[in-house]
């Protein structure tokens, strides 16, 4: 493979893997908030959510591959690794690299969830929204199709949906929120009468 193969291929990726962890991140919620997707049962969502992770970091691994592989610009395994290294766009290559290390730790402790038990899992799982508009800085920050239309798009419409799901979602934990006191109280009534 040529130099400039190996460049359209990573920009390829990059683009797939922004749409696909938006995709991860809109089902993450779908699955939080119990949502049914139209033609799937409800597990389906959960099976879906996984799948999609899984397809979303081969790509990941495919992007990263074809950067480092890519031997017009310098970029090592160490600076795949640990953020803000690299000789080559230390800061825009760095936020793509911390997306890549919270994403292995979301994996790793959804792979070891069995043992690791359900509140732990989900602690580490939080991560997830850090992750994902650190990945799309990096993106922005470095991508040489930044600006044009296409990518301009995209990422709107990335922003735009994940952005409505993250308030949907916090909009459930409200009205979550506002309920469990009023249930408490409804319980302590009960136990009086
Ligand atoms: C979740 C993590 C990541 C996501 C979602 C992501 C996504 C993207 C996106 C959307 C672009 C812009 C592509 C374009 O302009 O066409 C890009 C560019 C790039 N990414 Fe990533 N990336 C991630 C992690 C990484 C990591 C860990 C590396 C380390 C090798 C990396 C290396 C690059 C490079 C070198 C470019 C510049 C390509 C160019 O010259 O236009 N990315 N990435």
Same mark, same amino acid.
């Given at each position: 493979m $040529? @130099?400039?193969t190996l460049w359209y291929a990573n920009r390829a990726t990059g683009a797939v893997c922004l749409a696909l962890f938006t995709a991860v991140v809109l089902l993450g919620i779908a699955v939080r908030l119990r949502t049914r997707l139209p033609g799937l049962p409800r597990f389906g969502t959960v099976s879906l959510h996984r799948t999609l992770s899984l397809s979303a970091t081969a790509f990941l691994a495919l992007h990263i591959v074809f950067a480092v592989?890519?031997?017009? &610009?310098?970029i090592t395994v160490v600076d795949v690794l640990v953020p803000f290294v690299s000789d080559y766009q230390p800061l825009w290559?760095?936020?793509? $690299?911390v997306a890549l290390d919270l994403t292995l730790a979301v994996l790793v402790t959804s792979l070891l969830?069995?043992?690791?038990?359900? =509140? $732990?899992w989900r602690a580490v799982h939080w991560l997830a929204y *850090? @992750?994902?508009p650190v990945a799309l800085v990096h993106g922005i920050g470095i991508g040489t199709d930044t600006g044009t239309d296409w990518m301009t798009w995209l990422t709107v419409?990335? &922003?735009a949906t994940v952005? *409505? *799901?993250f308030a949907t979602r916090l909009a459930h934990a409200a009205r979550a929120a506002r309920r469990t006191p009023a249930a408490l109280l409804r319980t302590a009534e009960? &136990? =009086?009468s």
């Open positions: $040529t @130099s400039e592989i890519d031997g017009y &610009v310098d290559l760095g936020l793509g $690299t969830r069995p043992r690791i038990g359900h =509140r $732990t *850090a @992750s994902w419409a990335c &922003v952005i *409505a *799901a009960g &136990v =009086r």
